[in-house]
């Protein structure tokens, strides 16, 4: 028999999975956005069949041994899968950034890996404590790779042959470094458990739903689900290594149905000490070395510090959130500076492109507040008023109208 135990989630559980973060700055980080993908033959390759004899655990404990993993090497390889249901990213994510001013390369990390947040991606891990991690996305016939050793980040395309190098102990901080995911995206199926649990508590269910192996690893299968209907997340289920803790599986459901918007997992797991060479990186003949300061003095020089002083002062009118709600169906509001709402089309104040990313996520919709754009997601969905102001969350369109109009 698989353990079935269940608990109900308090505001104590929960503390104890935020505070005590230790195993998740040791994995190697892939972005997902993540951030949080069950797609093309990942549950074959993670689930074998039968459900393997485990001893009986709480959800409760089940919380608390995912908190104490402190795994700090590995090996692997993961497949991470994303459907939120917006076009691929790709190069799309430079068309919201502000320009910087000077070259870029392809082999920076900041935009090479937002591409996780759509689509398959088999990923290959290492990881050797909190200084050296490396992560390789592989493609067909070719490679991208983040290698993390010390006080040194390499970024190498092998399609492009193109080499960025940055020091982690540069002005973005050493954290920079040892993280490669975008600031604030969950960067390990870790830490997209724990974003998870930290939302739990008289508004969620969490209970132990059986076991699974994964990555040939017997696991346990926690199960979390928001008790309230209007959120977009039907469940989220987390496979936890039941011999350290450390989860092998995230997998989240959405309320709308279909594949899972964000699954990733270890297709294969090792927990011994990967190969120092695994962390050395030297630059291929021929290759194009760019270096972090180089992009950094280049922007400045061509008027990127100048552009950023004048983002900030268009800043200085903004009155911060509001939240509406509680548990999973909160709703931020924000207030846009000068109350402008979204560019009128062909006014040149926005890329084509990102012009016609929006337009196709976009309907109309009208309520006591007034009228305004929906941008639809399978997870996350933002209304954005004509008079300037914006609502998100991770709700359907209709919370986001009634959240708006509690708010008028």
């Known amino acids: 028999m698989a353990p079935n135990d269940s608990a109900e989630t308090n505001g104590e559980a929960t503390g104890t999975v935020v505070g005590r973060r230790k195993a998740a700055r040791y994995i190697v980080p892939f972005a997902v956005a993540g951030v949080a993908a069950a797609t093309i033959g990942l549950v074959p390759a993670l689930a074998d069949s039968g459900d393997p004899e485990l001893p009986g655990i709480t959800a409760q404990e089940l919380i608390e041994k995912i908190a104490a993993s402190d795994e700090e090497q590995l090996s692997g390889t993961l497949k991470v899968s994303t459907d939120l249901g917006i076009p691929a990213l790709g190069g799309l994510a430079g068309s919201f950034a502000p320009e910087a001013g000077g070259d870029k390369s392809s082999a920076s990390p900041d935009a090479k890996l937002m591409e996780l947040a759509s689509g398959t991606h088999t990923l290959r891990v290492a990881v050797d404590g909190p200084d050296k ?5 592989l493609g067909e016939g070719s490679e991208y790779s983040v290698v993390h050793n010390g006080d040194d980040v390499w970024g190498y395309d092998s399609e492009s042959n193109e080499v960025y190098h ?12 040892k993280r490669a995911a975008p600031e604030g995206m969950p960067a390990t199926p870790k830490e997209f458990a724990e974003e998870a649990l930290a939302a739990a508590g008289d508004t969620t269910s969490v209970t132990v739903d059986g076991t699974a192996q994964v990555a040939g690893r017997d696991a346990y299968q926690l ?4 008790k309230q209907s209007g959120s977009t997340v039907k469940s989220v289920t987390v496979a936890v290594d039941a011999a350290t803790g450390v989860p092998l599986k995230f997998t989240l459901a959405p309320s709308s149905g279909g594949k899972a918007a964000i699954d990733a997992g270890f297709t294969k797991v090792d927990f011994a000490k990967p190969a120092a060479s695994s962390f050395t990186f030297t630059p291929p003949k021929g290759a194009k070395v760019t270096e972090a300061d180089e992009l950094e003095a280049e922007a400045e020089k061509n008027g990127g510090a100048d552009k950023a002083h004048e983002d900030l002062g268009a800043l200085k ?4 959130l509001d939240v509406i ?3 999973w169906n909160t709703v931020a509001e924000i207030e846009i500076p000068g109350g402008a709402g979204l560019p009128a089309q062909g006014s040149g104040d926005m890329p084509a492109q990102a012009q016609q990313f929006l337009d196709a996520l976009g309907d109309k919709v ?3 507040f007034g ?6 997601t399978r997870l996350v969905n933002a209304l ?14 209709d919370a986001l109208v009634k959240a708006a109009d509690t708010a008028k």
């Open 166 to 177: 940055a020091r982690s102990d540069r002005e973005a901080g050493a954290d920079a470094g």
């Open 371 to 376: 009228s305004g754009t929906v941008f639809k």
């Open 384 to 397: 954005m008023t004509d008079d300037g102001k914006v609502y998100i969350g991770a709700v359907t369109p």
């Open 325 to 327: 709600g509680e548990g």
């Open 317 to 320: 009118d903004f009155k911060g």
């Open 133 to 137: 991690q490396r992560l390789s996305i």
């Open 223 to 226: 199960l979390i689900k928001p």
């Open 366 to 368: 009208t309520g006591e």
